[in-house]
């Protein structure tokens, strides 16, 4: 073999070698890049995710905003903001909430590294007027305590912030009110939900700092993080663009509803923001307090806020406007939000520093528990773990529960109906009244104890279960509580007043029948 014919046999095998490493280094670059986008989220899915829990739960809009480390990396609107058709997008504003307690917990937490507040110091240091009913708890419930929702303070006590109030006194008349309320546990004893616990500190920061509660926020929090469509005001958020909130009724949402509009419960559930604005606080609560070149609060006390300190029951507790709790074994930090019109759901998980905000415009209570599903089932894609069941009653059973509320309510009309009829009937012929034990149990006492239970387990029970005060079915109307609160209502009226009526009729003819000595039908006797 030549010279010549083994250099090109030399530089043909070369040529070749050098031609399957590129191939080779072209898929192993293709497959990276596939395995790559395997691997990431898959920002469609959850996309239609959302949109098929939308549709499921007939909710009109919402938003949704994803963020993991220091970075927001997917933002969506779906749905409409209101009845005109405008769409949702990530800068439309939602009313967030109780996810405003975060914000109050945090300006607590900036006053206590000013060296302004003391968590463990007495209300009464910052608020001297500050008083419940028992004048030695007053002094004993300190800061700590409200924050973690220990401090006794009932949720019936919420009722003083329910009617509409928009002075600048709102938030002060609101705690001065407190006067009168008996605490309904000890002091530091266990844990209530009670928004007037975050109502009297958003007190604190505004004697504490000199400034409004909202501006003071707003300075320190909202401006430092860019939230520049978020409000402290609801009329503000209105002339922005503040979402249409809705509220079911039987299935189907209506435009309105809602708490009424009080200052006084903005440091509780009442500031408005947009999914985009809510992943900007979302990011600086991940990243120890920072967010691009603000620092709002020191890694100390994010963990602070944080850290669950009062039993909730379910291997959860309440930490500082926060819920410290896990989803399949994976820490996570949560708080919701549901002014009776709107419903946000926040999340954070420490660990792997995903953080997840779903902002929507209506509010059902025969779903509340289902409610943050969503925002659940995004995180439980991004984490790869199964989304935690909801809480309390199952959908189901809300649902069969209400059935027979109305089932019933319906055929306690028709009783009552009836009762008139055989009443005006008793007082035409007296003969047809029942006569004797039995016939006084079976017509009467019977029915008045099934009654009195039926209004038990409506006005104490029911309430109880669904985890839902019955004040709140009373003060702000909706399907469950109107359904419940009639059902138990006509139960007392028709088996508490009606029914002792007809008693009270039958025993009175009977006892003037015997002092007269007049015989109720003459008899004849027949002879032996």
Do not use: C
Not at 1 to 30: E, I, K, N, Y
Not at 351 to 360: A, N
Not at 390 to 405: K, M, N, R
Not at 415 to 420: F, H, N, T
């Amino acid at each position: 073999m030549s010279t010549r014919t083994v250099r090109r046999s030399v530089t043909l095998a070369l040529g070749v070698l050098f031609a399957l490493v590129v191939v080779g280094m072209t898929q192993a670059l293709a497959t990276g890049n596939n395995t790559s986008q395997t691997d990431g989220p898959d920002f469609d899915a959850i996309d239609a995710y959302v949109q098929e829990q939308m549709q499921e739960m007939r909710m009109p809009g919402a938003a949704l905003g994803i963020v993991k480390g220091d970075e927001i990396i997917h933002l969506e609107g779906f749905g409409n903001a209101d009845d005109s058709g405008r769409e949702v997008t990530p800068q439309t504003p939602f009313k967030i909430g109780s996810t405003s307690k975060s914000f109050t917990a945090l300006a607590i937490m900036q006053l206590v590294e000013d060296g302004k507040v003391d968590l463990d110091a007495p209300v009464q240091r910052y608020i001297p007027w500050f008083r419940v009913a028992d004048p030695e708890a007053s002094s004993r419930i300190t800061v700590r305590h409200l924050l973690n929702q220990t401090s006794g303070l009932p949720t019936t006590a919420d009722t003083l912030v329910i009617k509409e109030n928009r002075s600048a006194d709102a938030l002060e008349e609101a705690v001065r009110s407190l006067r009168t309320v008996e605490l309904d546990r000890p002091v530091d004893e266990s844990f209530e939900y009670a928004n007037i616990n975050y109502v009297t500190l958003g007190l604190i920061v505004q004697m504490v700092s000199g400034q409004p509660y909202e501006r003071y926020v707003d300075d320190h929090v909202l401006t430092p993080l860019g939230m520049n469509n978020s409000y402290m005001f609801v009329p503000e958020a209105e002339k922005h663009g503040l979402a249409t909130g809705h509220q079911f009724w039987f299935g189907r949402p209506f435009p309105g509803g809602g708490l009424h509009y009080n200052r006084g419960i903005t440091p509780a559930g009442l500031i408005a923001s947009d999914a985009e604005d809510m992943s900007h606080y979302l990011i600086a609560q991940l990243n120890e307090g920072r967010y691009e070149g603000a620092q709002i609060l020191s890694s100390e006390g994010i963990a602070k806020l944080h850290q669950g300190s009062a039993d909730v029951g379910r291997g959860t507790s309440y930490a500082m406007g926060w819920v410290d709790s896990e989803m399949d074994g994976v820490p996570v930090v949560w708080h919701n939000g549901d002014p009776g019109d709107f419903h946000a759901t926040m999340i954070l998980v420490p660990k792997s520093k995903w953080g997840v905000v779903l902002l929507m415009n209506g509010s059902n209570d025969l779903r509340t528990g289902n409610l943050d599903t969503p925002a659940y089932g995004v995180v439980a894609r991004l984490v790869g773990v199964k989304p935690p069941p909801p809480p309390g009653l199952s959908q189901e059973l809300y649902l069969i529960i209400f059935l027979v509320f109305v089932a019933t309510g319906v055929l306690q009309a028709f009783g009552i109906a009836r009762s008139v009829v055989v009443l005006r009937r008793w007082q035409a012929h007296p003969e047809m009244r029942p006569r004797g034990v039995l016939g006084m149990a079976m017509r009467v006492v019977i029915p008045l104890v099934l009654n009195l239970l039926w209004a038990l387990a409506a006005l104490v029970v029911v309430p109880r279960l669904v985890e839902s005060p019955l004040w709140t079915w009373v003060y702000l109307p909706s399907d469950v509580g109107l359904v419940v609160v009639l059902g138990g209502g006509l139960a007392l009226i028709w088996g508490v007043v009606l029914r002792p009526v007809l008693a009270l009729l039958a025993l009175r003819v009977k006892t003037a029948s015997r002092d007269t000595g007049t015989p109720e039908k003459a008899r004849v006797r027949v002879p032996a």
